[in-house]
């Protein structure tokens, strides 16, 4: 049997009917497209994972630095980093007061760098961290500890030498000069940017 053709209405219906497919096939396309393309460039800006390298600031509070005199609490000391000195200067260090022959101890675990007599700060000791990032300088003892060399491995506690006047420090007014740097150079260990202290000083002075 031979079909009849559809009405002419019936047939511009049906054209009408799927033109609306064909659009939306289009526009589901074209917004995968544009979806894809923007995974694409978030890809390429990825956040940085890797970890951030410490400031001195939070390399210091990770130290838990002690006291480095024998016996004197944090809450003790008194902060004369910003004291003024001769010649318009800032002092940029820690005056420990204590008795002549109170025990010196090392602020932290580490190496002896140097050990010398100056006429500024007398006897001294040039003290740095297990990663060579902080120096630590001791000066006007009285006495260094017998046995202490240059390149020799400390611990946090441990006796460096004694409280004293030596170098230019007043005879009436025993104390420890104590002063941290960052290490800018190892050659030139002694001149790096000095830090106050006395926040990261945590633990009170003790031999061990």
């Given at each position: 049997?031979?079909?009849?053709?559809?009405?002419?209405?019936?047939?511009?219906?049906?054209?009408?009917?799927?033109?609306?497919?064909?659009f939306s096939e289009w526009m589901r396309l074209l917004l995968l497209s544009l979806a894809c393309a923007?995974?694409?460039?978030?890809?390429g800006a990825r956040p940085d994972t890797r970890a951030r390298p410490m400031t001195d600031a939070e390399y210091l509070r990770s130290r838990d630095l002690m006291?480095?005199?024998?016996?004197v609490k944090p809450g003790q000391l008194r902060d004369t980093y910003s004291a003024p000195r001769s010649g318009g200067r800032a002092h940029l260090a820690l005056d420990i007061m204590a008795k002549k022959g109170t025990r010196v101890v090392a602020a932290d675990d580490g190496y002896i760098m140097r050990i010398v007599k100056n006429d500024l700060g007398g006897k001294t000791l040039y003290l740095t961290d297990p990663a060579r990032r902080i120096v630590y300088y001791y000066a006007h003892l009285d006495e260094w500890k017998y046995g202490l060399a240059e390149g020799q491995k400390v611990r946090r506690g441990q006796l460096l030498g004694t409280v004293g006047t030596?170098?230019?420090?007043?005879?009436?007014a025993p104390h420890l000069h104590f002063q941290v740097m960052r290490m800018t150079s190892a050659k030139q260990y002694w001149n790096g940017e000095p830090i106050n202290p006395i926040p990261y000083l945590r633990q009170r002075g003790k031999e061990r």
């Open positions: 049997m031979t079909r009849r053709a559809a009405p002419a209405r019936f047939r511009r219906a049906t054209v009408t009917a799927r033109a609306p497919g064909s923007a995974l694409a460039a978030c890809g006291v480095p005199v024998h016996g030596t170098g230019n420090a007043p005879k009436d």
